[in-house]
């Protein structure tokens, strides 16, 4: 069974309205991030939890 994303971290998170403006806000990022589409507002969210997923890594090149 998925976990269901609770209401108040949907609210808190920045939301992507496609899954490649998430992808490459989390390469641009300083920490491994995945992409996920979220069950409440539909939209793309970005987590640091990657265990037994596949992470986005970070562009080493936009340093």
């Given at each position: 069974m998925a976990m269901r994303t609770?209401?108040?971290i949907c609210r808190r998170k920045a939301r992507f309205a496609s899954e490649e403006?998430?992808?490459q806000a989390?390469?641009?990022a300083s920490v491994v991030l995945r992409s996920y589409r979220c069950d409440r507002c539909g939209r793309y969210h970005l987590t640091s939890?990657?265990?037994g997923k596949r992470?986005?890594?970070p562009d080493p090149n936009l340093r």
């Open positions: 609770r209401l108040s403006e998430a992808v989390a390469r641009g939890r990657t265990k992470p986005i890594l």
